[in-house]
């Protein structure tokens, strides 16, 4: 499922904001938690890199992905986008996501645990 939200979500790593929304998509996947998919302009496009790297789902399509650079770090892989996913994803079109377990997620005002997954 995928719904449209005004919670209020802020992306933080290593004490640096990525992003700032009042716009997400809520991506609901079984056995993965809640993804928040964000509109480009409300991401620090500025500290994204592109990435070699693609990975296919056979529910939402291809994905590219981004690396974030932080001053000298760069931590690979971070953030992705569904430029034009499958019919029954539609809603995620265009929007970018970041690994709940790999950075900080805000929810209105309340810090997230990170989740531990296969992608931890």
């Not at 001053?71 to 953030?79: A, C, I, K, W, Y």
């Not at 079109?93 to 810090?111: P, T």
Request: aromatic share 10%; with cysteine.
């Amino acid at each position: 499922d995928i719904l449209a939200s005004s919670r209020h979500i802020r992306v933080e790593l290593d004490g640096e904001t990525l992003a700032d929304s009042h716009s997400p998509r809520i991506l609901f996947e079984t056995g993965l938690p809640a993804r928040y998919y964000l509109p480009l302009t409300d991401i620090r496009m500025d500290l994204l890199r592109p990435s070699a790297t693609r990975t296919s789902c056979p529910y939402k399509g291809h994905a590219e992905y981004w690396n974030i650079q932080l001053g000298e770090t760069s931590h690979p892989d971070l953030v992705w986008i569904y430029r034009t996913p499958l019919p029954e994803s539609q809603k995620i079109a265009g929007l970018a996501s970041f690994y709940n377990e790999k950075v900080d997620i805000w929810v209105d005002g309340e810090m997230m645990p990170r989740p531990k997954t296969p992608f931890s």
